[in-house]
């Protein structure tokens, strides 16, 4: 017997998604201080190479929901955030990216702990009936190679100062990664070829 695919939890990925809001929106709702240190930012992140574009197009027939689990405060969500939005956006229109403010949900709280811990940034792939593709978080490889490599420093970055431009590139690059591979997920995946006859 052929196993079902289901995801009992697509329900409560939905409501979250659906608490969740778009890039801007999130943060014309934020604080003006802190939302200011995400636009900084966003000048400080590198374009996308067309070598990345070309590798997220193919997969633009596919739904992917992006729900990112934020504190509008945390160095590495300012970071990452403008990083999230620009992948998304080269992704294509049908991906569609939310971030969502820790304290909006008790139970996203608890279901997001890394480490025993409540951390930001973590990032959750929703297929289109919103069963988990996949989850990352708070930060990529490149960043925590850079914070071995350093050995100490504050647990949280402030988000005062951007990162070195080559650092900045290399965690764009892991994101365009895993947005690459969460694409492809959901291309390749038996239950959704068979759907939309592809």
Not at 5 to 16: K, L, M, N
Not at 47 to 72: F, H
Not at 84 to 113: H, T
Request: with cysteine.
């Amino acid at each position: 017997m052929a196993d079902q695919v289901t995801d009992p939890r697509a329900s409560f990925w939905r409501e979250h998604f659906d608490l969740a809001y778009d890039y801007d929106r999130y943060l014309q709702r934020s604080d003006p201080a802190r939302a200011s240190r995400w636009h900084d930012m966003d000048g400080q992140i590198p374009e996308l190479t067309d070598a990345q574009i070309a590798r997220l197009a193919p997969y633009r027939n596919r739904t992917l929901n992006v729900l990112v689990y934020s504190g509008v405060w945390c160095g590495d969500c300012i970071r990452q955030g403008p990083m999230l939005k620009r992948v998304a956006n080269a992704a294509g229109e049908n991906v569609q990216l939310r971030i969502i403010e820790r304290e909006a949900s008790p139970k996203l709280m608890e279901e997001l702990r890394i480490l025993g811990g409540h951390r930001v940034p973590v990032v959750v792939f929703l297929s289109e009936d919103f069963y988990e593709v996949g989850r990352f978080g708070d930060r990529l490889l490149s960043a925590y190679r850079a914070i071995a490599v350093r050995s100490v420093g504050a647990a949280c970055d402030t988000g005062l100062v951007a990162p070195p431009a080559e650092a900045l590139a290399a965690e764009l690059a892991d994101w365009v990664d895993v947005f690459e591979r969460m694409l492809i997920m959901v291309r390749v995946s038996p239950f959704l070829r068979s759907r939309h006859g592809d």
